[in-house]
């Protein structure tokens, strides 16, 4: 028989598992969509100058714009990796977890960028082009692509931490 003091520990044990699993997939989803952002604000707002990411006014505001996005994108990113350092520093990343949290944050920013900022508010378009519907639908697969994969690495994770394997 367990014995108060061990079951107190074995609850602990649990309480403190899920509260570093929790942020081994929220460090991750910030990192993602951090990363996201600045992959599309570095390529196609200054490298290809497609769009700005408010392109209802002048040059001077699209650029403003670009860089407000810029430093959000920043401190996401930031703010992913000070969590991933504490992370590692406490012992307690768990890789596959981590990866999945990536994937669904670049993906759900992806996908809400191509649908919510491109379509419903038309704040911005991928590209000003005739047939922008092209354009449209490969940004959102590649989307629900980084959704479907991400997830699929989080319930893994979470299989592996219940089956008592090692978590990577």
């Known amino acids: ?28 989803f910030l990192f993602g969509i951090g990363f996201v952002a600045f992959f599309d604000e570095t390529i196609f707002h200054q490298l290809l100058h497609w769009h700005h990411f408010y392109d209802k006014s002048t040059t001077n505001i699209g650029l403003v714009s670009d860089g407000l996005f810029h430093a959000f994108s920043w401190f996401a990113t930031i703010g992913g990796l000070f ?28 996908l809400y ?18 047939n922008v519907f092209v354009y449209d639908l490969i940004w959102n697969i590649l989307a629900i692509i980084m959704i479907i994969i991400g997830l699929c690495l989080v319930v893994l994770s979470r299989n592996r931490q219940h089956s008592g394997r090692t978590l990577t």
């Not at 900022?117 to 000003?128: A, C, D, P, S, V």
């Open 83 to 110: 969590m991933f350092a504490d992370l590692r520093r406490r012992n307690t990343l768990w890789l596959t977890r981590w990866w999945g949290g990536i994937l669904l944050g670049g993906g759900a920013f992806q």
């Open 1 to 28: 028989m367990e014995t108060k003091n061990e079951i107190l520990n074995n609850n602990s044990n649990n309480l403190s598992s899920t509260k570093y699993r929790n942020r081994n997939l929220w460090s991750g």
């Open 113 to 130: 960028d191509g649908t919510i900022q491109h379509k419903l508010l038309r704040i911005h378009q991928i590209r000003y082009v005739e």
